[in-house]
């Protein structure tokens, strides 16, 4: 239980990170046989952006769901990427460097618990993989709420529970055994991946999520299971 609570505690998120940046990128994509470059794009589309949209994208990390949406955005959208780890920003910043949407994005250090906006700032507001590492889900979710237009969406990709019988065997076996396993070679002193499977167990299940989506006051609350539940978009409007 120690593990499960440590794992969305601020300062160990922050060192966490900060040991994964330079390999966050090429695991995920090893881990999910790439399946995670079809998430987010997937969640990019469904977002419906128009090519002046301003959005903000909460838990940023190395930028690559800004980068899905950037492509749904003309020269009058912009993006601002957050994020409060550093070395997962100076990733962000060489991924968007490399891509021609250097423009449309602007990264910025913060708190996705304190964000540094006005009200009714955003057309649009989006979290990816990040709602399982914050400490407080439903003021993460009250705090984007708050700074998206209305008429706007709120937008959620992160890992989910899936509900097949074999194939939820199967996978957990794979998240909770072999891929903390491989995801730790090469570290000689801490094992950061042993934490990924808690970050998950304590997660809701993405029913659970969809009715804080509709607690905090979003309308038209919807979700999208993505290869067989193993992650999973929400959506709703302000």
Not at 135 to 159: F, Q
Not at 193 to 213: D, E, G, M, R
Request: net charge positive; hydrophobic share 40%; with cysteine.
């Amino acid at each position: 239980m120690k593990q499960i609570d440590q794992h969305r505690q601020e300062a160990f998120v922050q060192q966490l990170f900060s040991s994964i940046a330079k390999r966050y990128d090429i695991l995920n994509a090893l881990f999910t046989l790439n399946q995670d470059t079809y998430w987010r794009n997937f969640a990019a589309a469904k977002a419906a952006l128009k090519e002046d949209n301003s959005v903000l994208d909460v838990c940023c990390g190395t930028g690559k769901l800004s980068l899905s949406l950037a492509k749904y955005l003309g020269v009058g959208g912009q993006i601002i990427s957050l994020d409060f780890s550093e070395s997962m920003l100076l990733e962000a910043k060489q991924n968007i460097q490399k891509s021609p949407y250097q423009q449309k994005i602007t990264l910025m250090q913060g708190n996705a618990l304190k964000l540094p906006f006005a009200e009714n700032c955003f057309d649009c507001t989006t979290i990816g993989f990040g709602l399982r590492n914050v400490s407080d889900i439903k003021s993460t979710l009250e705090e984007m709420y708050r700074v998206t237009k209305p008429g706007g969406t709120v937008l959620s990709l992160d890992l989910s529970k899936p509900s097949a019988p074999i194939f939820k065997q199967l996978y957990y076996l794979y998240f909770e055994n072999l891929l903390p396993f491989l995801g730790n070679l090469g570290f000689t002193k801490n094992h950061p991946y042993y934490n990924l499977p808690a970050s998950l167990k304590t997660l809701p299940h993405q029913s659970v999520i969809a009715n804080i989506f509709s607690q905090v006051g979003l309308q038209q609350v919807t979700y999208h299971q993505l290869t067989g539940g193993i992650a999973t978009v929400h959506l709703g409007k302000k």
